[in-house]
């Protein structure tokens, strides 16, 4: 008999139901929207962060000075220690290496260039560095990355040189001041050495690097007579922002501190990493990025996390206003079940599980429809959608029972204390 | 007149009539006033705020020396003129610094040998408010500071405020060391000095290396800020600094558009609900259109009542929901930024103003009510 006055009641009145029903799911399908993309957000948006490159710098332990001025070093190349190139696949096999998207190790070289169309020789400085290098793991599988990863700010007209060939890139500015261009021959000469490259392209990078000579690692190394070394790598990984706890010493921390420290993507936790499997690093997180970047998505995602907040408050607002409108217009349904012997807890029961119904029917069609959104909005903004989670779906039906029930509450518990004899009066 | 004093007094006992149900509509109305102008006002502030944020990762634009064919000099430098003109135009949330780079060799009272050194000579040029942790690195005044970085002051086997000796060809600057906090960078191999004990070592009285200038705005602010700057000083190379300018565009039109999409969606959801709950109330008022119209109230008449009603509700709902709302923002930007967001006084009519428009489209559905006919409301019909 209950099922069927549920039933009846849904039959009776199929738009009136309908009505409610659809902004239900309307206003769970943007909370479901806004829910999705501010659990999405963080992972995004890490991954915008690494256009500003690398976010970890790692060195030789037992090093003299650097003389380095906007990220380039000016030492000669007798000074100063180097680090193997060999062992640079094992930073894919710490804890977080699927965090690690890119890496490049970089060697300078003063370098004296003489172009064929002028008879004097330039000073300049040639970065070694990778653009695009498989790097053999230690399971025998290759990794590529390089400057075109790390740096992807570096605008390069014309091609990046490969990493096998003698070729090169050189910077904007020193290639406005000498002439060079795209297809031209350098020769290059550092101490007793020298080398041919053919020019690919005009890099514009925006730092010091547009008035030095960008070249393969293996070309500095061969001008510095160091085989298989280099001087400084630039790791770029995902992080989590880091907090008071990120910035504890771990050798201070206990056991139990420790290991929570190291599961969490900090990058002060993936530099420690990296320097537990490349011996005589010492390994910096590079503050301006790492923090710049930890509070910046820090601010954007209370600000989501507050729009999704105004979308439910919103949504409950409109559910709780209709369910208790639908309440209110069956007034003189409520009396006359009355009449006819239905105690208050009945009625209660009966509108309770009506709009019980509703609530999930809606939510769940809202839950699907607020899927579909968020796509849409995720492949908008950044181009990936965000994955569907049964934490939502969970949350937002149980959101949908909360606000249906609260809305009509106050209109039930009024109902439970109507007369039913004024109310079939029609008064 | 009597007229028109005859459709308020109606308009004044609709509202009497059925207080209890005012008072919903009223609450929806103007809560999603609130809401819209909370989330307006933060909407406009977080991207003022956002570009202010990222600030934090330093300067974005750099005057350097343009490359002359001619110039044969070792080192390239500009003159402390094009600084000037630089500072002069700075935009009010800006700040930037002079530089001048040189090796030198320091010697310490705890080091037995010198050690080559980069040398950065620093003048700031405006305000720097925010900028990270410069309240470290610029030495003050005459005072004969040098902040010197982590690893500089680990070769250096370096105590705060011991006695440094700076030395280029035969020219001597002491100073008194300061030990900074780690960046990570370049900085940490570097001394820091005031400029003109770097333009005395390295004898270029009135040069400097480059200025690192660091100005907020949305991208296109900034390019056009860069445009203009190199206008102002045409002998120098101004360019944005593309690993910082880069990644804030990028970073500044997801977040933008990020903010947007969302606001749209509370927005017209709050409409939809405001509507949904506005439009069951007024399918209530069956019995009062039927009898107006038996008693020979014209339909247009009868549904003017009804809009003034909603209009005048919507106004009101807005009015005092949008004033919460700005509050509750002002709130809110606190907590997220920890600045209050300022009101704009542009998002207070224009969230009345939505509400309105709601609030009247919402009683669309009475034009159902003007096809009925008295005699079967009467009947209990329809």
Known sequence: MFLRLVADSFGRRPRRKLLTGAALALGMAVVTAAFSVSLDVGDRLSHEFRALGANLLITPQADSLPLEIGGVDYRPVNSGSYLPQQDLGKIKTIFWRNNIVGFAPVMEVPAEVSIASQASSVKTTLVGTWAHHSVALPDERTYATGMEQTNSWWHVDGRWFRDDAAECIVGKSFAARTGIKPGDTLHINSADRSIALTVTGILSAGGPEDDAIVAPLQIAQQLANKPGQYRRLYVSALTKPEDDFARRNPSTMNAADLERWSCSPYASSIAYQVKQVLPGVDAHVIRRVAEGEGSILTRVRTLLWLASFAALLAAALAVGASSAASVIERRSEIGLMKAIGAGSGTIGFLLAAEQLLLAFVGGGVGYALGIILARILGEKIFGVAPQPSILVFVVILALAACVTLLGSAIPLHRASRYEPAPILRGE | ?382
């Open chain 2, 1 to 382: 007149m009597p007229d028109r004093k005859m459709f308020w007094r109606i308009v004044r006992r609709l509202f009497a009539a059925q207080r209890g149900r005012l008072l919903v509509i009223l609450l929806a109305l103007g809560a999603s006033a609130a809401i819209t102008a909370a989330l307006l006002n933060l909407q406009v502030d977080a991207r003022d705020r956002l570009t202010k944020e990222f600030r934090v990762f330093g300067a974005n634009i750099i005057v350097a020396p343009r490359d002359s064919k001619s110039s044969g000099a070792d080192v390239l430098t500009l003159d402390e003129s094009i600084a000037q003109k630089v500072r002069q135009s700075l935009p009010p949330r800006a700040s930037a610094d002079s530089y001048l780079y040189l090796v030198a060799n320091v010697s310490s009272t705890g080091s037995a040998q010198p050690v080559k050194a980069v040398i950065a000579g620093k003048r700031t040029e405006g305000i720097n408010r925010s900028s990270w942790r410069s309240a470290i690195v610029t030495p003050r005044g005459n005072e004969n500071l040098c902040s010197v970085g982590v690893k500089a002051a680990q070769q250096l086997h370096l105590q705060p405020t011991d006695h440094l000796t700076l030395k280029n060809d035969n020219r001597e600057e002491p100073c008194i060391s300061e030990i900074d906090d780690a960046h990570g960078d370049a900085q940490d191999s570097q001394i820091v000095v005031n400029l003109d004990a770097a333009q005395r070592l390295a004898s270029l009285p009135g040069k400097v290396s480059l200025v690192q200038v660091s100005v907020a705005g949305t991208p296109r602010q900034i390019r056009d800020y860069i445009a203009a700057l190199a206008q102002t000083v045409p002998s120098a190379d101004v360019h944005g600094l593309r690993q910082f300018t880069d990644a804030e565009a990028k970073i500044y039109n997801r977040v933008s558009g990020l903010l947007t999409a969302t606001t749209a969606l509370v927005l017209a959801l709050t409409g939809l609900c405001v509507m949904a709950a506005m439009s069951n109330v007024a399918m209530e008022r069956k019995n009062d259109v039927g009898l107006m119209k038996a008693i020979g109230g014209a339909t247009r008449r009868v549904l003017r009542l009804f809009l003034a009603e909603a209009a005048l509700l919507g106004l009101v709902g807005g009015i005092v929901g949008a004033a919460a709302g700005l509050l509750l923002s002002i709130w809110l930007g606190k907590t997220v930024f920890g600045v209050a967001a300022r009101p704009r006084l542009i998002v207070y009519p224009i969230s009345v103003a939505l509400t309105i428009l709601v609030a009247i489209i919402s009683s669309y559905p009475l034009r159902r009510l003007a096809n009925i006919s008295p005699a079967s409301v009467f009947r209990g019909e329809a």
